[in-house]
C-alpha cells in the first residue's frame, strides 16, 4: 500500500534577535529567579564600571536592593560615569546587539546583550519598564526614559520621557523590577560585589538591602591605563572577517598594503615575506581575488609562523601593586604577594595572566587553596571545578612550598584578553589552552616561590627567637654562678652576656627578635 503523504505545508518565519534571546534567556544566564536576580546585578555593575574607569573616572557606585511581594525585586544602580547621549538611551538599553563593545580591544561584556537580557527579563516576568536617568558633563539636563523592547521588532518601546534640569554632575541610574529570589540570590549577589571591590580597589561600591547596608571604600585613587582600539592579528582572522575587510577596502589595493592597513604588527617586509611564503603575488590587486584565492590566502595566514606577537596596547591588566591593595582591602592577609607576566598570545588573541596569592592573617583555613577567579576583571562565581586554574593548582606539591594543608591560603588569578577562552555558553570558566595554563602555572609557582621564601624567613626567626628565650632564660642562673666563682659583679656579668647572646642572634641574620 503507498503511503499518504501530508498535504500540509510547513510554515517558515525568522526571529528577531531579542525574540531568539527571549525564548533561549538560559544561554545569558537567565535561566531562574535566582541566578536572573544574580545576572542582572552582575549586568548592571559591570556597566557601570566600564562607564567610568574606561574614561578615567574613579568609580562611585551605589546598588539598592529591595524585596517586594509576589517574589518581584526592586534594582537599582547608580554610578557616575561619563552618561549616555538621549539619543542613544533608547537603543543601549532596548535594542540587542547594539553598544560600544564591538571594538578590538580589552572589555568585561562583548555581545552589547546582558544589559538588554535583564529589561528582557524583568519585562516578561513582572511587566514593568526600565526606567532610565542619564547625563553628561557638558550638559545642563537629565534624561529619564521608560523602555521596554519590542520583541518581534528588535526594538526599544519607549513608554515615557522627560526632561528636567540635572540634579547630578554626570552619570547613570538605572531602575528596575524582576523576578527574583532575594533569600537565595543574596550571598552570591554580596559575593559578587565583594570580589569585585577587590579587582577594582580604585571603586567605591554601596550595597543598600532592605535591613543593611555595606560599603566598600576605595583604597587607591589610582586607575589602570584604559585599552586602546587595536587591529586583528593576522593568526586570529577567519574567512568571513577577511572577507568583510576585501569589502571595505579600495579595490585598487595590493595584497601588500591591504595586510599592512588591516593587521596588528605587519610591515612591509613582512608582508611581503608572508605573501611569497604563501604563493602570492605581494603585487596583486584586491579586485583580482577569487573566493578560493581568499580562502587560501586566509588558510595560509593561520599556518604562518613568523608573525610578530600580537601587540598588547589592548589589554589592561590591573598590575602588581593595585592586585596586592586589592587582596589586602578585602582578605586582610598577613603576607600578600603579585605577578602581572609579559603579554602572551593564542590563536592570535592577546592575553595577560595575572596572580596574587594571599597566606595568613584573616585568610581562611582550607584543606585546598581557596580561589578567587577573574577574567577582563569580573569575577567568576560559578563552574570552579571546570576551570583552568583550578586544574593548576591542583597539579602542584604545595608541600614543596613549605604549605601544609589544611592552611590559610587563597590564590587569585585573573586573564584579561580581547578573546576569553570561556568553556561553554555560560562563560563562568576559562578552558584549558595551553598557552594560558602554562602562563598561570609560571605565575603561580612564582608567587609560590616568594611564599616559600616568607615562610623560611619566618621559620628563621621562630627559631632564633627560641633560641633567645631558651638561653636567656639561663643568663640569670649562669651570671650568679659566675658572679660566685670568679668574684665579680653579678649584674656587670649578666649585662655582658645578654649583649653576647644578642650579637649571636646578629651574626645569625636575625635583627630585634621579640621577647617571648
Known amino acids: 500500500m503507498a503511503a499518504r503523504l501530508s498535504s500540509r505545508r510547513e510554515k517558515f518565519r525568522g526571529l528577531s534577535p531579542a525574540e531568539f534571546f527571549y525564548k ?66 533608547p537603543i543601549v538599553f532596548g535594542r540587542v546587539f547594539y553598544g560600544s563593545k564591538y571594538q578590538l580591544r580589552q572589555t568585561r561584556g562583548v555581545f552589547g546583550l546582558g544589559v538588554k537580557m535583564a529589561v528582557l527579563y524583568a519585562q516578561i516576568t513582572t511587566g514593568k519598564p526600565l526606567k532610565v536617568v542619564s547625563t553628561q558633563n557638558k550638559s545642563k539636563y537629565e534624561y529619564e526614559f521608560e523602555i521596554q523592547i519590542d520583541i518581534a521588532h528588535n526594538m526599544p518601546i519607549i513608554k515615557n520621557m522627560a526632561v528636567r534640569e540635572k540634579t547630578f554632575p554626570h552619570g547613570t541610574i538605572v531602575e528596575l523590577i524582576t523576578e527574583g529570589n532575594w533569600t537565595l540570590a543574596r550571598r552570591k549577589i554580596e559575593s559578587y560585589l565583594e570580589r569585585t571591590a577587590m579587582i577594582a580597589p580604585y571603586a567605591t561600591i554601596v550595597l543598600e538591602e532592605l535591613d543593611s547596608k ?43 598594503k591591504f595586510l599592512m592597513e588591516n ?74 604577594t603579585a605577578v602581572t607576566r609579559p603579554p602572551s598570545s593564542f590563536g592570535g588573541n592577546p592575553f595577560i595572566v595575572e596572580v596574587a596569592l594571599a597566606y595568613g592573617g584573616d585568610v581562611p583555613q582550607s584543606d585546598t587553596p581557596t580561589l578567587y577567579r577573574f577574567a577582563n ?35 587569585v588569578t585573573h586573564i584579561c584578553s580581547t578573546k576569553i577562552p570561556f568553556k561553554g555558553v555560560g562563560k563562568e570558566a576559562i578552558a584549558e589552552v595551553p598557552e594560558v595554563e602554562k602562563e598561570l602555572e609560571i605565575a603561580i609557582r612564582e608567587a609560590a616561590r616568594r611564599l616559600r621564601r616568607h615562610l623560611s624567613k619566618l621559620e628563621k626567626l621562630y627559631e632564633v627567637k627560641r633560641r633567645k628565650t631558651i638561653i636567656g632564660k639561663y643568663i640569670p642562673e649562669v651570671s650568679r654562678a659566675l658572679a660566685y666563682v670568679s668574684n665579680l659583679d653579678e649584674k656587670v656579668l649578666a649585662k655582658k652576656l645578654q649583649t653576647m647572646l644578642e650579637k649571636d642572634i646578629k651574626t645569625r641574620g636575625v635583627i630585634n627578635v621579640p621577647a617571648a
Request: charged content about 30%; cysteine-free.
Open 214 to 256: 555595606k560599603e566598600y571604600r576605595r583604597v587607591s585613587k589610582v586607575l589602570p591605563p584604559p585599552p586602546e582600539t587595536g587591529k586583528y592579528h593576522p593568526k586570529g582572522a577567519d574567512l568571513e572577517l577577511v572577507k568583510n575587510m576585501i569589502r571595505r577596502s579600495k579595490k585598487s589595493l595590493t595584497l601588500t
Open 24 to 89: 533561549n534567556r538560559e544561554i545569558a544566564g537567565f535561566s531562574n529567579p535566582v541566578r536572573a536576580l544574580y545576572q542582572t546585578i552582575r549586568e548592571l555593575v559591570e556597566n557601570a564600571l566600564d562607564a567610568t574607569e574606561t574614561h578615567g573616572i574613579l568609580p562611585e557606585i551605589k546598588v539598592n536592593i529591595k524585596p517586594l511581594e509576589n517574589d518581584h525585586v526592586f534594582v537599582r544602580v547608580e554610578d557616575n560615569g561619563i552618561g549616555i547621549p538621549p539619543t542613544e538611551i
Open 377 to 411: 576583571r569580573i569575577p567568576l562565581l560559578y563552574d570552579e571545578g571546570a576551570d583552568v586554574s583550578r586544574k593548576v593548582i591542583s597539579s602542584i606539591d604545595w608541600s614543596i612550598y613549605k604549605v601544609k594543608f589544611p592552611a590559610p591560603l587563597a590564590i
Open 263 to 336: 593587521f596588528d604588527g605587519v610591515g612591509k617586509k613582512t608582508a611581503e615575506n608572508f605573501l611569497t611564503w604563501a604563493g602570492f603575488d605581494s603585487e596583486t590587486k584586491l579586485s583580482k581575488l577569487t573566493l578560493q584565492d581568499i580562502e587560501i590566502l586566509v588558510r595560509k595566514m593561520k599556518e604562518y609562523e613568523k608573525w610578530r606577537r600580537p601587540k598588547p596596547i589592548t589589554l589592561s591588566p590591573v598590575g602588581e601593586s593595585l592586585l596586592k591593595q586589592g587582596v589586602k582591602r578585602i582578605l586582610n592577609p598577613s603576607y600578600v
